[in-house]
């Protein structure tokens, strides 16, 4: 395949990733709805305030916040995938959000000044960023003194069943493809001491993570699946009809356990963590630092 075939297969693929997470829209409302406002509640955020959401995907939690802030407030949602964004900008239009903007940004490098917002939020996007060390530094240094960090990452594997149960069941199906790009580590900062110290390194001030339990429900198996998303799909199209009905048999057996009479519910858990730039010092003080 050339470069260019390639190019485009690779713009395609994010396209229907980003189609498909759309649609599951109402659906990460409902499983995540009560955290995504501690979220929100953490972040402090105040009306006429400036927000930067990174890592924002289709943008669920900053319409949130660009309703919480108001028409003088402001938020820009970040996210390497146009495509996720351009999702992200159209609901925000249904919605009459004229107060929210986006923009294609890497959390790395981000190309804002500093000082610039009251906070920055972030939903299930940092745990993501190869390096989390150089965005909180940048985070912290485009957050104005004394804005806060808020973020929520997944807890530990052992923690969340459903979130794992579809790879540890696909691992006993398909080979390991040679050659594969690695994924990024979901469970990077599902470590509540780790996370912690991370936020430290990068100099926030008052550094707090909050282990906040969930049940996940799901109304049936086929929604379930639905969330396990795209790598799913794409594992079960390489199967064989009969291979592929087996796999599909040994994984309703597996989610059975946490059958009930409304559905399909598991326990989950997160991580909300939260850290302040220190306020800058008044000019006396920093002239007597100096000294």
Partial sequence: MSEIENTGALLQQEKQQATAWDRLTELRQQLYSAVTWQLLAAADLQLGDQILDI??????????????????????????SQEMLEMAARRAEQEGLSNMTTRVMNAEQLDLPENRYDAVISRFGLMLIPNHQQALAEIRRVLKPGGRLATLVWSKPEHNPLFTLDEAILAKWLAPEEGKEPQADVFSLADAALFASRLKQAGFQEVQVQVIPLTLHFPSFEVLTAWWGSSWKKALAKLDSEPRRRLLGEARQAVRQFEGPQGISAPAEVLLGVGTKEERAPLKQEKEMDR
Avoid: H, K, M, Y
């Fill in 55 to 80: 890592a924002a995907g289709t943008g669920d939690q900053s319409r949130l916040a660009a309703w919480q802030v108001g028409p003088e407030g402001s938020v820009l949602a970040t996210d390497i």
